[in-house]
C-alpha cells in the first residue's frame, strides 16, 4: 500500500480486512463524481456526515452517495428531538478531519455512529479513509455502527 491512513492502521489492528481505494484528492469533487471516477457503483460509496442533536450530543451517519441525510429520520434513529449538520469549520477541531476526507473512523473522540440501512444490499461499501483521495472498502457488518433509514433521494 503506498498511503497508510491512521483508518487502514485502525480496520488492521481490529483485524477487519479492507480493500485501498485511491483517486486524485480534489475536495471540489462530490462523492457521486469519486465513485464515478473509481469505476465504483455510487449506491455502494457512502459519504460520512456530522451533526449535532437538540441535546448538544454529536452524531455521525453514513449515507450512499447519491443520498442525502434525512434528518427527522437520523433524529430518530438516535433518539434526538432534532439534529441538525454541524458547520464546515467546526469539522477539523472536532473529528480531526478535513471536508471530503472525513471517516467515521479514527476520529477525535469516538462518536454514535449509524450507516444508511441500504448497507446491506451489498458485499462491501466504501467510505473515506481519512485524507482525500483515499478510501476504503470492507464489509459494513464487520463495522461497530447501527443501521437504519436515514436516506433522503
Do not use: W
Not at 4 to 33: G, Y
Not at 130 to 145: A, H, I, M, N, W
Amino acid at each position: 500500500m503506498a498511503v497508510k491512513t491512521n483508518v487502514m492502521r485502525i480496520l488492521q489492528q481490529q483485524k477487519i480486512p479492507f480493500k485501498e481505494h485511491t483517486t486524485k484528492a480534489d475536495p471540489s469533487l462530490s462523492a457521486d463524481m469519486i465513485a464515478a471516477l473509481l469505476g465504483e457503483d455510487p449506491a455502494r460509496f457512502f459519504k460520512t456526515l456530522v451533526t449535532v442533536g437538540h441535546s448538544g450530543e454529536h452524531y455521525v451517519f453514513m449515507v450512499p452517495a447519491p443520498a442525502s441525510l434525512d434528518l427527522k429520520k437520523a433524529a430518530k434513529a438516535v433518539g434526538e428531538k432534532s439534529i441538525e449538520m454541524i458547520a464546515q469549520k467546526q469539522l477539523l477541531p472536532l473529528t480531526g478531519y478535513i471536508h471530503g476526507g472525513c471517516s467515521p473512523i479514527g476520529m477525535k473522540k469516538a462518536f454514535k455512529t449509524v450507516i444508511d440501512a441500504s448497507c446491506s444490499n451489498f458485499k462491501t461499501i466504501i467510505f473515506s479513509a481519512g485524507k482525500l483521495g483515499c478510501f476504503v472498502e470492507t464489509d459494513s457488518r464487520l463495522l461497530p455502527y447501527e443501521t437504519a433509514d436515514i436516506s433522503a433521494y
